[in-house]
């Protein structure tokens, strides 16, 4: 593990996260700790995406890039007199926008060294990594990190990916390369996944990334993270996704690796709050849905 890594088992840091878009409506507004592992739900527009996105730019150890990141958030975002803040442990970061005409836009990010190296899979980062040409500018310096991480993995790999002399990646297929821009989502998501999971003790930010993936790709792709000593924030809508987090030991178990001991936390954002949630919860509306199929069938 790195020097500065905080992934022991049961290490758990305090987060705060306060989004006002206007200065006064709350558009997220909680607390909450971050486990080892700790998984996100909430409906669309709850604020997901954004959390993982200031986390992200909070974390990254490159200051230009978190103030990219923050800047766009910042842009898109707010109105004048809008604002948002994020303390993660000693870490804080902050924009708002100012009446001044211009709308003007002034963040604070404070100087305290970074934990490791931080990745995020964007909502649709499987495209940039099989069409490296569609590459987010705001995150290239970010996925050519993580690029490096992948290539020095050494391990047993579900996918067969190498690194070309061109710089592409491609998937081993027999004993022919298949340009991974031709290989299916799995191969890229799950690919890269199992290989930072390897050795790397940073942070792994996943934004549905394992929503859409058959369910035993999800259930391999969860049981490496959680095998992993990094740490990893997960946002999801699938109660399955939120419950092989929360199963940790079964999940290891069913995927062949050996159980460990792992510190796993779960909220659904609900008004802008955070609320913990467990294994039975979230699963309310697929209840609903068998209840009414088994009354049709009668």
Request: aromatic content about 10%; hydrophobic content about 40%.
């Amino acid at each position: 593990m790195g020097e500065n890594s905080i992934t022991e088992v049961g290490m758990n840091m305090k987060f705060r996260v306060e989004i006002r878009p206007d200065g006064g409506r709350i558009l997220l507004a909680g607390r909450g700790r971050l486990a080892d592992k700790t998984v996100l739900m909430g409906p669309p527009r709850s604020g997901k995406t954004t959390f993982l996105h200031l986390l992200f730019s909070l974390l990254t150890p490159d200051s230009e890039e978190s103030a990219d990141v923050a800047y766009s958030i910042a842009d898109s975002l707010l109105e004048p007199g809008g604002f948002f803040e994020l303390e993660a442990g000693e870490f804080h970061i902050s924009c708002h926008k100012t009446d001044d005409e211009g709308d003007s836009i002034v963040c604070s990010r404070n100087k305290k060294p970074r934990i490791g190296d931080v990745f995020i899979f964007y909502e649709g980062v499987e495209l940039t990594l099989k069409q490296p040409r569609a590459v987010n500018p705001m995150f290239m310096k970010m996925l050519q990190r993580m690029e490096r991480y992948a290539d020095k993995a050494r391990g047993l790999f579900r996918y067969a990916l190498v690194r070309r002399e061109d710089g592409k990646w491609y998937e081993i297929v027999g004993i022919k390369p298949l340009a991974l821009e031709h290989a299916s989502r799995a191969v890229a998501v799950v690919g890269f996944l199992e290989r930072l999971a390897e050795g790397f003790d940073g942070w792994i930010l996943l934004d549905s990334t394992l929503d859409g993936l058959h369910p035993e790709e999800s259930l391999y792709a969860a049981a490496r993270l959680l095998a992993s000593g990094a740490r990893v924030v997960v946002s999801t809508h699938s109660p399955w996704v939120k419950d092989l987090f929360l199963c940790a030991p079964a999940t290891l178990r069913l995927a062949g690796l050996k159980p460990r001991r792992v510190s796993v936390v779960a909220y659904e954002i609900v008004g802008g709050e955070f609320k913990r949630i467990d294994f039975s919860d979230y699963g309310a509306v697929y209840s609903k849905l068998y209840e009414a199929c088994n009354n049709e069938a009668r």
